[in-house]
């Protein structure tokens, strides 16, 4: 069957045909053709595909190394997202990404962000849980000359109390405490790649630009999101049983619908590690 790429939208997103798991595995053209469009186009959607999670995580490994963290599901390397406690017990985290972010802005170590995350639907929300996608490559793109001038000198702070504090804004001192063990990052505001592309690093991790006052801060800051938001720019998903995305998660930024937290909705998320930091 031959293999077709279509596109989603104006800025990011195509849907790719013609794959079943098996060839996934078999096929040795796959991963390249995977990669080269992830660079083209951002975030890949395969629908009805129905991956098992073996399956998953093996494609993966063909992509790049994958993060074998426990994951609350008996397959290494698959991490299962579910706001049900008795799935996974850190689902109260998973609240913070209801607001747009970048996967790995603020690590426990000094690992890199993410290369690409890969989520299957096993099963769905009745209502919400859709997933948006919106492209930082295209936002620096989209800027001034004046503009991407300006920017190029500023670093920003990002730490996991900033994006949690947007779902929990009263924390009790517990919380506070936890949030404040995870290290926190500055990185520059336009990221370098080693691809000679750059784009900007954005979303609820970035609590404040190093050497600006606060309301400034905060102001450019939200300015930058909400363009590269804009609804013409962003693809939505909207999931059904057996559908597999991948996005490349150092130029992409994504959010999840706010969704019921006894909502069955669950997917199992299989991350391909960073070979570049953010610089």
Known sequence: MTITIAKLGHEVGAEITGLTPDRLLSDESVPALVMTALEDHGVLVFRDLHLDPDTQVAFCRKLGAVDTSPGHHPVEGIYRVSLDTTKNSSAGYLRATFDWHIDGCTPEDDAYPQMATMLTAKAVASSGGETEFASTYKAYENLGAQEKLALAPLRVVHSLEASQRLVTPDPTPEQLAAWRKRPIKEHPLIWTHKSGRRSLVL????????????????????????????????????????????????????RAAPYPSDSPREMLRTTVLGEEPIR
């Open 203 to 254: 979303g609820a991790s970035t609590d404040h630009v190093v050497g600006m006052v606060p309301d400034r801060s905060r102001a450019l800051l939200d300015g930058l999101l909400a363009r590269c938001t804009a609804p013409d720019r962003v693809y939505t998903h909207e999931w059904s049983v057996g559908d597999t995305v991948i996005w490349d998660n150092r130029g992409v930024i994504h």
